[in-house]
């Protein structure tokens, strides 16, 4: 396994970002701070642009894990179920152009807020077909641009459908493309979820990412979540993709960030034996 951290050149409206700055600062940070990896939450690609992107990454040795798309929803509006076709439109077009983003950088691109709220009622069939459509059509650009698009399930406090990881994996299955995965997060999976290790083991191939941060949304260890027994389970399972933090930056950014970076290498030296 691998650890990388979530890392923003945009300050960010309601997004866990642990490190925010010049793309030139924040990623030797993280690279100094021990990680392997960052994730980009971006609203449209140009806010990291490739030129400026790829060099220091290649300088650092430091990789994108994935490029996470909720600022789309909570900045902009845009969303794959909303009632205006035109945004729907758009939403899916911002997505294809996060994958053609994300295909040189080998990331994946995390679809979580932009699936949006449903309606309560007679519609909201109406509106998981609109999901299903644009997915759909969204997966298919990603078979042939070699991206995996990977649904998080969110609590339901912040979204009213697949908020488990079971529901979504579920669905994920039924739409059977081995480009469309899910990811776990702890924060949301102390939630949802029944248990850390049987969600886990039950997922098997279908999970390909990982966020960790505590039940208070604070970094790994600020909290109660037993985080060996996420990791134990991603073993037995062959996980061997990013442990990556989405955390809130308390009590300071750096201390949390650090924080999160002795967890990762805490839970890997246990994988390691």
Same mark, same amino acid.
């Given at each position: 396994m691998k650890s990388s951290i979530v890392v923003s050149p945009t300050r960010r409206r309601n997004v866990p970002v642990l490190l925010t700055g010049k793309l030139g600062e924040i990623i030797p940070m993280a690279r100094d701070l021990g990680f392997d990896g960052i994730e980009l939450p971006l609203g449209r690609p =140009? &806010?990291?642009p490739e030129r400026e992107l790829q060099p220091l990454l290649h300088r650092y040795g430091v990789h994108v894990a994935a490029i996470l798309t909720g600022a789309a929803y909570v900045e902009e509006k845009l969303s794959i179920t909303d009632p205006v076709p035109e945004v729907r439109q758009a939403a899916v077009q911002r997505l294809k152009e996060q994958i053609t983003f994300a295909a040189p950088l080998a990331a994946q691109v995390i679809l979580g807020g932009m699936r949006g709220r449903l309606a309560e009622g007679d519609f909201r069939p109406i509106q998981e077909r609109w999901m299903t459509d644009c997915l759909l059509d969204i997966v298919e650009f990603a078979e042939k641009n070699g991206v995996i698009v990977t649904i998080e399930p969110v609590n339901r406090y912040e979204?009213?459908?697949? +908020? =488990? %990881?079971? &529901?979504?994996?579920?669905? %994920? /299955? !039924?739409? !059977?493309?081995a480009r469309l995965r899910v990811m776990i997060d702890t924060f949301h999976m102390n939630i949802e979820d029944v248990s850390?290790?049987?969600t886990i083991l039950a997922g098997g191939k279908y999970i390909s990412h990982v966020h960790l941060s505590d039940? +208070? /949304?604070?970094?790994? !260890?600020?909290g109660n979540i037993d985080f060996l027994t996420v990791v134990r389970a991603l073993v037995e399972i062959g996980y061997d993709g990013y442990l990556s933090c989405e955390a809130l930056p308390k009590p300071d950014p750096i201390t949390a960030a650090r924080t999160c970076a002795e967890q990762c290498r805490a839970l890997?030296?246990?994988v390691r034996g």
């Amino acid at each position: 396994m691998k650890s990388s951290i979530v890392v923003s050149p945009t300050r960010r409206r309601n997004v866990p970002v642990l490190l925010t700055g010049k793309l030139g600062e924040i990623i030797p940070m993280a690279r100094d701070l021990g990680f392997d990896g960052i994730e980009l939450p971006l609203g449209r690609p =140009s &806010e990291a642009p490739e030129r400026e992107l790829q060099p220091l990454l290649h300088r650092y040795g430091v990789h994108v894990a994935a490029i996470l798309t909720g600022a789309a929803y909570v900045e902009e509006k845009l969303s794959i179920t909303d009632p205006v076709p035109e945004v729907r439109q758009a939403a899916v077009q911002r997505l294809k152009e996060q994958i053609t983003f994300a295909a040189p950088l080998a990331a994946q691109v995390i679809l979580g807020g932009m699936r949006g709220r449903l309606a309560e009622g007679d519609f909201r069939p109406i509106q998981e077909r609109w999901m299903t459509d644009c997915l759909l059509d969204i997966v298919e650009f990603a078979e042939k641009n070699g991206v995996i698009v990977t649904i998080e399930p969110v609590n339901r406090y912040e979204l009213n459908h697949l +908020n =488990s %990881v079971s &529901e979504t994996i579920t669905y %994920v /299955r !039924g739409l !059977g493309s081995a480009r469309l995965r899910v990811m776990i997060d702890t924060f949301h999976m102390n939630i949802e979820d029944v248990s850390f290790s049987q969600t886990i083991l039950a997922g098997g191939k279908y999970i390909s990412h990982v966020h960790l941060s505590d039940s +208070n /949304r604070l970094a790994p !260890g600020m909290g109660n979540i037993d985080f060996l027994t996420v990791v134990r389970a991603l073993v037995e399972i062959g996980y061997d993709g990013y442990l990556s933090c989405e955390a809130l930056p308390k009590p300071d950014p750096i201390t949390a960030a650090r924080t999160c970076a002795e967890q990762c290498r805490a839970l890997m030296a246990h994988v390691r034996g």
